[in-house]
């Protein structure tokens, strides 16, 4: 990773978790890798399993880590909130793929040992039922915690962004209303910590915004309102050339704003509906894609973006095919990797000149997949929606290493730490060592 550009995750505390954690979404770099992480190859139920616990409720967060601990957020019934579905909402669970919300939910941060499984403490920050529903596939808790070591930050959408101590105790929380979002399919974009600062990206079917909160008191350093329709994409801070920026993908316009005021430096031709992925960048430039009615991937080069930078020499290279629904992509040693909608398809180009490596390449077992893919150890990591997991070696030629199998589904993306690698199924949450 060059200096000229930083993702947030690695400057100041985050290059210390780069040696042994994985603080926020995408990992300590941001981008979907684990530099220090060797993780074994081959798994299964009864080889390579250090433990495996039942999580209750349900989550499709990725799990963190940092020190001893494992932090899962969950959403856990504990109650019927009196509603019942009616004639047209069992037709659009049928035709559109949404549920009603129907229960009241303890929302719930997990710690839990990493040497052992054992839960070290859970706080339930909220109790209520969910004021809209969500895709049937979905969860009511898929955004991702954050930490920076010092605090950590659950976030759970409309239902409020929760702040801790390392040991669990209250810091601070914020309710931001409730969010309308497209279709009913629920929320997930996951907040992201740079320095001192949490920022909280709020696109849906109202008043959209960006804000940038202390991460220690939560009180609002700045607020940005954008012209958006509902996208799912995390916000992605970047260092370059001495001013930092964060950078957002969604469907109308990808902006740029000041790290420091929220003032919009640039912005250019939006993704397609339902903007999901997040953005990654190293070496100057920034990847920003989509893959819902049509395909897009612009590689946006920072030295020239300013202003509106829709059709000029911002954008250093671009692709119209083979992108990726849910999954973000994953940027490893200059490699851009990404998979082709929601299927086990995977691709690899050069980062810097967009030249095809290999792809679309059809995963041995995988047929349907939300998690994004993961480098460790010279290995790319990508868990499917039924339990299989392939291990493709990292590289520009396509090598299938290992198909692995567990007797869970996984949504939620893995973390990769030290020589464990963390997968967090719809039952269970899995650590991956060596026996």
């Known amino acids: 990773m060059l200096a000229g550009l930083l993702p947030a995750a690695a400057s100041s505390a985050g290059e210390t978790a780069a040696d042994g954690a994985w603080p926020q979404w995408r990992g300590p770099l941001a981008t979907g890798e684990a530099p220090q992480a060797d993780p074994p190859v081959t798994w299964s139920e009864t080889d390579n399993v250090r433990w495996k616990i039942a999580i209750p409720g349900n989550g499709s967060a990725t799990p963190i880590v940092w020190g001893d601990h494992v932090f899962v957020t969950t959403a856990v019934p504990v109650g019927d909130s009196g509603t019942r579905d009616g004639l047209f909402t069992r037709l659009t669970r049928r035709f559109v793929g949404t549920e009603s919300a129907s229960q009241t939910l303890q929302y719930t941060l997990l710690a839990v040992d990493r040497r052992t499984g054992a839960v070290a403490w859970e706080r339930v920050v909220r109790e209520a039922a ?15 915690a954050l930490t920076d070591g010092e605090v950590l930050c659950a976030f759970f959408g409309s239902a409020g962004l929760y702040c801790f101590d390392m040991n669990g105790g209250p810091l601070w929380d914020r309710d931001f209303g409730d969010m309308e979002i497209r279709m009913g399919f629920g929320e997930g974009a996951s907040p992201t910590l740079h320095g001192d600062t949490v920022i909280v990206n709020w696109d849906h079917q109202e008043q959209s915004f960006i804000a940038a909160l202390d991460k220690r008191t939560g009180v609002e350093r700045w607020r940005t309102e954008r012209d958006e329709m509902t996208s799912w994409a995390t916000p992605l801070v970047v260092e370059y050339g001495g001013r930092t920026q964060v950078v957002t993908n969604a469907t109308y316009r990808v902006r740029s704003y000041d790290f ?14 339902n903007a999901i992925p997040s953005p990654v960048a190293a070496d100057g430039i920034v990847y ?9 991937l612009d590689a946006v080069r920072l030295a020239d973006a300013a202003g ?14 083979d992108t990726p629904y849910v999954p973000s992509p994953l940027l490893h040693d200059g490699i851009l990797y990404f998979t082709k909608g929601n299927n086990g398809i995977l691709s690899a180009y050069d980062a810097r000149s967009g030249q095809t490596l290999y792809g679309p390449e059809r995963l041995s077992g995988i047929r349907s997949l939300y998690a994004s893919p993961v480098a460790a150890g010279g290995r790319i990591y990508i868990p499917s929606r039924d339990g299989t997991t392939a291990v493709v070696a990292a590289g520009s030629t396509f090598e299938l290493l290992a198909v692995n199998m567990l007797g869970d589904g996984f949504d939620a993306s893995p ?19 060596a026996d």
């Open 130 to 144: 969910p004021h809209a529903g969500k895709h049937q596939t979905g969860s009511w808790a898929a955004p991702s």
């Open 260 to 273: 420091e005021s929220g003032e919009l430096l640039w912005d250019g031709e939006g993704a397609t509906t």
């Open 288 to 296: 920003l894609m989509s893959g819902y009615s049509g395909n897009r």
């Open 308 to 321: 509106d930078i829709t059709g000029g020499t911002a954008v250093a290279w671009s692709l119209d095919r």
């Open 415 to 433: 973390a990769a730490v030290d020589g464990e690698l963390y997968l967090r199924g719809r039952q269970h949450l899995y650590c991956i060592a």
